[in-house]
Structure formats: structure tokens, C-alpha cells
């Protein structure tokens, strides 16, 4: 984990809120692992300002990429700056995914969310399959990114107007069930809003898989000392404590989880 | 230190019996217990590392969300989520003994009974080098404020730490009081050694699309940038009646607020919410501090306490 500051080498819309940033960041390129996060202070909104955390997009030859979306006052700032400008980040942070999965990978993104889920399926042994969910076509990122890396490709989006019309755990209902005729195993990888990585971990509990969920909480010091980020979680023996999504996580294995 | 020209520049200072090698701490609850941070700043600059406050027994905190950004800082309500006194002494004292630095403690609890247990605890654990009363948080029910608003409470529980402990005792005073001279009287009387201020100032923030607070708290701690001209004034007037030292904190994004604190009166300064946005704002806060001196010709940082000129 280093404190650096990187310079803008890309800056590009995905769609109309979605943007992908690639910042030359060697040290923090180099440690980061699928499932990592860095913190990032947004020039422009004033030094009294807190960071903001981004999941890793991509990590590769020295470069990081981070995936965002438009939401608020720093990421509206972000939007504006342009190759040659410099940050100051904070990563690479937070404990990241494990890679080796037992069976076949199933990685289920809402949103933004494949952002880790994109890095870790370039790092994962064997191609499985993403289901990317989304209110709507716009909401649908990397579907290219994925199948050119060679991974099967299911989309789903509440309006109907890009692949099927529901949610994307609709898809892992169906994706379970195919492995569970076949009789084969498999193991789960979220990231997206909290009332997903729910769904997808009671499925993940129900099926006697593995699911990996990666936590979207809003953090201040990303560094796990102020316990703004904390997540109730359960141990191997029963007995709960709190963690810090930043610092013990920000992916946890659904069945520690207290939701 | 020796700058260019062999001028030696003194740093140290006695916070209430606390050595510290240069008058820069951070903010309890903003540095967790330092070893959140070791991997990204050397700790081992800091004059003093002070802790996340504890009270005796393990302790949850607030529900989420915890925090708000506004304009010029961010809202807490954290509600003093702690391991307890002998959690932080078996996971958090043994890195702490490793930097070398002095330890203050911020301790709390529901009554005056709890404080005191806690302050003769740590008297016990090896590597403690005082204590921070909190008498002021604003996010918890017990504890905290109840003693910090009423100047008589204040002194009761600070009398009840004082006969539990020898360690330095430096009470955390609140913001919001009418007039923090009197607090100031009372907790040097009742035996403090030092005094802590600002505390966070109670506010409150609310989303206006579905008309809740945003905290889960409803109601929590401002700090940051915004509230660093009203810790000034309360600092300058606490030092007018203080005969102890003072740490002072509220808003210190770099060595120039630092030196202003004590230009007011402060004997040592704490880095509180810009530890988030900056980790290393405390380096350059004590560089400042050297740089300033330097410029003005001082040789001991004890010289800056109190030294505003008011014509």
C-alpha cells in the first residue's frame, strides 16, 4: 500500500454516465490483486474534501484502471480531467477475491460492479461465465471486455432493453441449476448494490457454494481507523464481531455476513 | 533538528507530563491506533499517537451511515466503537510500545465509576503515557456530553479519574458551552494536567429527497476545515484561564492552522480529519511548524504558546 501521486494516461466515457480511467500508477499496479480497491483524492473539490474509493478495474504494464459512475460532487469532478493531470491514490487497499475457485466461476455483477469482477476474471485459471445486471442497457459494461477474454456472457436488465428482462440473480437462478443437473460444483463472485450481494448470497448458502461478495459502503479513511465502513460478520464458530469492509474486506464469503 | 545555518530548533514539549518530542499528535478516533496507518506514514514522527476512545468493556458503536461529507469537513457519528480496555491492551499496546512514541488514551464511559476503572486499568498496561478524558462526544447517550455541558458534573468526574490514576490527565472539552473558562477552572482544579479541545460541534444533516437525517444517529460531530476558526477562539480563551498546557485541535489541514492554535495559547496540536484525505499531513505539519520557526528567528517551539499579539 503506498500513498503516490498518478498521472491521468486515459480518460474515457463507457456510456453516458460510465466512465474508465487509466492512471500510470507502477507500485500500485504492480501488489494489486482482483477484488482490491484504491482511494482516490479528487482534485477540484476543494482540500477539505474526503476520498473516494474505487474498485480495480484493471492493473497491468505499470497502468491502473478504474471504472466509475457519475453519482456525486467528486465523481462529477472527476469527469473532468483529462490525460496529463495528476491525482494522489491511496492502494492498493482492502483484501481482494480468492482465485481459486472450486468448479466453475460464476461472477454476478449489478452496475458498476463488474469492475473487480472484470480484473479477477482475467487472473482466475479457467474462463466460467458473468451475468451482468442492470436497470438498463446503459447500465451493461464490459460485455466485450469479458467475451474477449473468452468467458461466457449473460446479460439482464429491468427494463428489458438489453438481454433478458429481470434481475441478474434470474440468470444465477438458472446458471445453479444447470450445474446442479450436470452435478457440478462451482463457486460465486459479487460485486454490485448490497440488496443484490444479498440475493446472490442466500443462493450461494442454499446451493452449498462458495460466494464471495464484494461490499459497496460508503468509506472515509479506507485504511480501516475510523470505523465508518463497518459490517456486522459472523466466525466459523457462531460467534460475531465488526469488521471493517475497507480493511477486512470489502469481500467477505456470504455465510460471515450478519445482514 | 538543525537547519541550514546550525540554528538548533527545539520541538519538544511537556504536555501535562506527556514528553513529546514535537508538539504534533493526531485526534483521537481519526488515526485509529496507529497501526492502520504504519504501513502508508512513519508514525514514529509523531510526538504522541492518541487512540480511538475506550471504555471498559467491549462496545459496538452507532449504526450505519456513520458519516456525511459537507462543505469544509464531514459529519461522525461513530458512537465510540471500542474493544474494551483489555482489547486494546492485548491487540493494539504491543505495536503501539514498538514506535517509541507516547500513547495517550481517550477513554469514556456511563458513569464516573466506569471512567475511573478504565483510567486505573490502563495504569496497569505497560506504554501508557496518559489519558484523554472524553467528557464530550456527541454520539453517545452516556458518558460523553452529559459531563462536558455542566461544569460541575465535569469537575465531579474528573476529581473520581484524578484519585483513580497518576498518569497525565487531560480532559476533552466541548465546544458548545457558553463559556469554556469555567470549564477550564473546574477541570484544573478538580486535578487535571492538561487540557484537550475542541471537541467535534453537534450538528446535523439531512437528505432532502426522503426528508430523514442522513446520519443513522440523526445527529452527530462536524469537523474538519469548517470548524477550525471556532476552535481558534475557544482555544485563545480557554489559555487566558488555563494554567495548565493545552492540546489543541479543530480543522488543522497543514502547519499554518497548527501554529495559529498556538499563537492562541495551545502547547501542542492534534491532526484530526485530514489523516483521511492526506496521511501524511501530519509530516508536514511538523515540517511546517520547523519551517515557521526558521523564519521567525525561534528557537524553541515553546516559545510559539500563547505568543498572538493582541494590541
Known amino acids: 500500500m503506498v500513498d503516490t501521486m498518478c498521472e491521468v494516461v486515459g480518460h474515457k466515457p463507457l456510456t453516458e454516465v460510465y466512465r474508465e480511467m487509466d492512471l500510470s500508477a507502477p507500485e500500485i499496479a504492480g501488489q494489486a490483486r482482483p477484488g482490491q480497491f484504491v482511494h482516490v483524492r479528487v482534485p477540484g473539490i476543494g482540500a477539505a474534501s474526503l476520498r473516494r474509493p474505487f474498485s480495480i478495474f484493471g492493473a497491468d504494464c505499470g497502468r491502473l484502471k478504474i471504472l466509475y459512475k457519475n453519482v456525486g460532487r467528486g465523481t462529477a469532478e472527476m469527469t473532468r480531467l483529462r490525460t496529463g493531470d495528476k491525482l494522489q491514490v491511496i492502494g492498493p487497499l482492502g483484501n481482494g477475491f480468492p482465485l481459486e475457485p472450486e468448479g466453475e466461476a460464476l461472477l454476478v455483477a449489478g452496475g458498476y460492479g463488474v469492475a473487480p469482477l472484470f480484473f479477477l476474471a482475467g487472473r482466475l485459471p479457467r474462463a466460467g461465465v458473468a451475468l451482468i445486471g442492470g436497470r438498463a442497457a446503459a447500465d451493461i459494461l464490459a460485455r466485450e471486455d469479458f467475451e474477449r477474454i473468452g468467458w461466457r456472457v449473460r446479460v439482464a436488465t429491468q427494463d428489458g432493453s438489453l438481454g433478458e428482462k429481470g434481475l441478474v440473480t434470474d440468470l444465477l437462478d438458472r446458471e445453479l441449476e444447470r450445474l446442479r443437473q450436470k452435478g457440478l460444483r462451482g463457486e460465486i463472485f459479487a460485486c454490485g448494490p448490497e440488496g443484490m450481494s444479498r440475493a446472490v448470497g442466500e443462493r450461494a448458502a442454499a446451493a452449498g457454494m462458495r460466494g464471495w461478495l464484494s461490499l459497496d459502503k460508503r468509506m472515509v479513511c479506507g485504511v480501516g481507523a475510523c470505523l465508518a465502513c463497518v459490517q456486522k460478520l459472523r466466525r466459523a464458530d457462531g460467534s460475531t464481531w465488526i469488521g471493517r469492509v475497507c480493511h477486512d474486506g470489502p469481500v467477505f464469503e456470504a455465510r460471515e455476513i450478519v445482514w | ?311
Open chain 2, 1 to 311: 533538528m538543525v537547519n541550514v545555518m546550525g540554528h538548533k530548533i527545539d520541538m519538544a514539549v511537556n504536555l501535562g507530563g506527556i514528553r513529546m518530542r514535537n508538539p504534533v499528535t493526531v485526534a483521537s478516533g481519526t488515526f485509529g491506533y496507529g497501526q492502520e496507518y504504519a504501513g502508508l506514514v512513519d508514525v514514529t514522527r509523531l510526538g504522541a499517537i492518541t487512540v480511538k476512545g475506550i471504555r471498559l468493556r467491549e462496545w459496538p458503536g452507532n449504526p450505519l451511515p456513520r458519516h456525511v461529507e459537507v462543505p469544509g469537513g464531514m459529519l461522525n457519528a461513530i458512537g465510540l466503537q471500542g474493544p474494551g480496555v483489555e482489547g486494546f491492551a492485548r491487540d493494539y499496546m504491543p505495536f503501539l510500545r514498538t514506535t517509541g512514541v507516547p500513547v495517550i488514551v481517550n477513554i469514556w464511559g456511563a458513569d464516573e465509576s466506569e471512567y475511573a476503572e478504565v483510567a486505573r486499568r490502563l495504569g496497569e498496561v505497560e506504554g501508557v503515557s496518559g489519558l484523554e478524558l472524553n467528557i464530550s462526544c456527541p454520539n453517545v447517550k452516556e458518558g460523553g456530553s452529559v459531563f462536558g455541558t455542566d461544569p460541575r458534573a465535569a469537575a465531579s468526574l474528573v476529581a473520581a479519574v484524578r484519585r483513580a490514576t497518576t498518569l497525565p490527565l487531560m480532559p476533552k472539552l466541548a465546544p458548545n458551552v457558553p463559556d469554556i473558562r469555567v470549564f477550564v477552572r473546574a477541570a484544573q482544579e478538580a486535578g487535571a494536567d492538561a487540557l484537550s479541545l475542541i471537541n467535534t460541534l453537534p450538528a446535523m444533516a439531512i437528505d432532502i429527497e426522503s426528508r430523514r437525517p442522513i446520519l443513522a444517529n440523526k445527529v452527530g460531530g462536524l469537523s474538519g476545515s469548517a470548524i477550525h476558526p471556532v476552535a481558534v477562539k475557544l482555544v485563545w480563551e480557554a489559555a487566558q484561564a488555563a494554567r495548565v498546557p493545552i492540546l489543541a485541535m479543530g480543522g488543522i489541514m497543514g502547519p499554518e492552522q497548527a501554529v495559529e492554535f498556538m499563537l492562541a495559547g495551545a502547547a501542542a496540536v492534534a491532526v484530526g480529519t485530514a489523516n483521511f484525505i492526506d496521511p501524511g499531513v501530519f509530516l508536514r505539519v511538523i515540517d511546517g511548524i520547523e519551517a515557521y520557526m526558521r523564519r521567525q528567528g525561534l528557537g524553541s517551539v515553546r516559545e510559539l504558546t500563547g505568543a498572538v499579539i493582541c494590541d
